[in-house]
């Protein structure tokens, strides 16, 4: 699976994100991200760019979609910054430090970005682990205790959006109940855990 990625000039209708199911391609989406600017996405088949412009392969892969999306495809053209990513995931095994070194972020879990919640990931690790080093104890101390209080979190995400991509791409059965679940589990366990 890969992701078609591109920030663009906001419809006047754009007032919250949206996802688009059962389209020409796996999913679509888009979010405002400020009051002129959205964000727009296609998890599409994992093959490669072609060679051609990105921003004419994403133009020609969101044909079919309409409505808000429709109006967000014909802005893309050449000053359209698009990024295209296969989709790709990690987790590191416990520990993610030796001595007084650590990686964090995405060098320690990557994840599929089907329940949005990578960067958000990213993001608690770097307040945790800052909040721990500055603390009266040892850094070894510090680093036992972010793990500890990471990895369960970062390994929901990451094997739950690992499920929703297998359900995506068709490779497991499953039940719009099943996804409904998959997705609620894991953002109500994020909700009512501590970072």
Not at 7 to 17: G, H, I, N, S, Y
Request: glycine share 8%; aromatic share 10%; net charge negative.
């Amino acid at each position: 699976m890969s992701i078609w990625r591109v920030v663009a000039p906001r419809p006047a209708e754009l007032d919250c994100a949206e996802v688009y199911y059962g389209g020409p391609r796996f999913k679509a989406g888009y979010s405002p991200i400020s009051a002129d600017r959205c964000y727009a996405y296609l998890l599409d088949e994992d093959d490669a760019a072609d060679g051609r412009p990105l921003w004419e392969q994403m133009y020609e892969r969101s044909r079919g979609y309409g409505g808000t999306w429709g109006r967000i495809r014909t802005t893309i053209g050449p000053d359209s910054d698009v990024s295209y990513t296969r989709i790709e995931w990690l987790l590191v095994d416990s520990p993610w430090y030796r001595a007084r070194a650590i990686v964090i972020g995405d060098a320690a879990h990557a994840c599929p970005p089907l329940i949005a919640q990578g960067a958000a990931m990213c993001a608690e690790d770097a307040v945790v682990l800052a909040e721990l080093v500055t603390g009266p104890g040892p850094v070894t101390d510090a680093l036992r205790a972010f793990m500890a209080r990471r990895l369960p979190r970062v390994e929901i995400v990451v094997r739950n959006s690992l499920q929703l991509t297998r359900w995506e791409m068709g490779l497991e059965p499953h039940t719009d109940a099943d996804v409904a679940h998959a997705m609620n589990s894991t953002l109500s366990f994020l909700a009512g855990s501590a970072p």
